[in-house]
């Protein structure tokens, strides 16, 4: 597999972010669903709508977003709503939580090791395209959040969420936090499942990782970390591999104090087996070339 072009730019700025979506050359067609983090109630560190407002506006697309499998604030399709409207997302965008009605949309996982199908909101079949746009940071369990678990834990619908961090042991919240799971085989099983949703859109998906408010929690913490590191820039691609690569290391290559911090996270939780297996599934590769837009 040839080297993917990873485009980055480090301005932080709302056009700098319309800008690397058109160095791409690519234009995301028909109904476009974008998928992005709408941060949990008392989350300071989510990508704010009116940051993104110019690139959804860009690209025409629609806020999508599915439940969570954890108790909290976006647990429940009601109580989710309302999040998105306390966070001001509806107020911006038109906003389809995707797995407010089932039944879910099942995705096959060819040549799946953890688990042979991917529980996803069924409302995915009503769109042509996705725009990926990921807030980098850390992540509790998964030891930083980018593009690849934007397509598996994002995409995939409360009882989706449940099956990948059991491994396919239960759908149901009641049970998901109780089952005994290998950390590395729900590594592999976030990989899975995001390839799946890749496969679904093809050629028509793109990814946008967004390095800034680097904190090693994740928006989905309704108590996080302040973040540790300076901002960093913005990376884009079609490959949501290479993308999270680059991402990974332009931390490790950072001079900043708050480096070593970040890294414990990723490496205590063994964060980059993700991006390993994922590259070992054909899903995208580890090989890229940086492309500076600045």
Not at 1 to 8: D, G, L, Q, T
Not at 21 to 46: C, M, P, R, W
Not at 239 to 258: E, F, N, R, T, W
Request: hydrophobic residues 35%; proline residues 2%.
């Amino acid at each position: 597999m040839e080297k993917s072009k990873v485009y980055f730019t480090k301005s932080i700025t709302p056009e700098s972010v319309i800008n690397i979506y058109d160095a791409l050359g690519i234009t995301l067609k028909g109904n476009v669903a974008v998928k992005l983090h709408s941060g949990e109630q008392g989350n300071q560190n989510f990508i704010k709508p009116a940051f993104l407002k110019a690139i959804i506006e860009h690209v025409g697309g629609t806020v999508v977003e599915c439940n969570t499998a954890y108790s909290g604030a976006r647990n429940s399709t009601d109580k989710h709503k309302k999040l998105m409207e306390n966070h001001g997302w509806t107020k911006y965008f038109d906003v389809d939580i995707m797995d407010a009605e089932g039944p879910d949309m099942i995705l096959p996982i060819k040549n799946g090791k953890r688990i042979k199908e991917n529980y996803v909101g069924k409302n995915l079949k009503n769109y042509d395209s996705m725009l990926v746009l990921s807030h980098f940071k850390g992540h509790p369990m998964g030891g930083y959040g980018g593009a690849l678990k934007q397509l598996s834990i994002g995409v995939a619908s409360s009882a989706g969420k449940c099956w990948i961090h059991s491994v396919g042991k239960t759908l149901s919240q009641d049970e998901v936090w109780e089952v005994e799971v290998n950390h590395d085989e729900f590594l592999e099983a976030m990989a899975e499942s995001a390839g799946s949703v890749a496969a679904y859109f093809k050629d028509n998906i793109v990814y946008i990782n967004i390095m800034c408010n680097l904190s090693v929690d994740c928006d989905c913490c309704y108590i996080a970390e302040d973040p540790c590191m300076a901002d960093i820039g913005i990376l884009a691609g079609t490959d949501p591999v290479a993308v999270d690569k680059a991402c990974i290391d332009l931390v490790y290559h950072s001079k900043d104090k708050g480096r070593d911090h970040f890294v414990e996270r990723v490496e205590s939780r063994n964060g980059t087996h993700t991006i390993d297996t994922a590259a070992d599934l054909g899903i995208g590769t580890k090989d890229y070339e940086l492309i500076s837009i600045d």
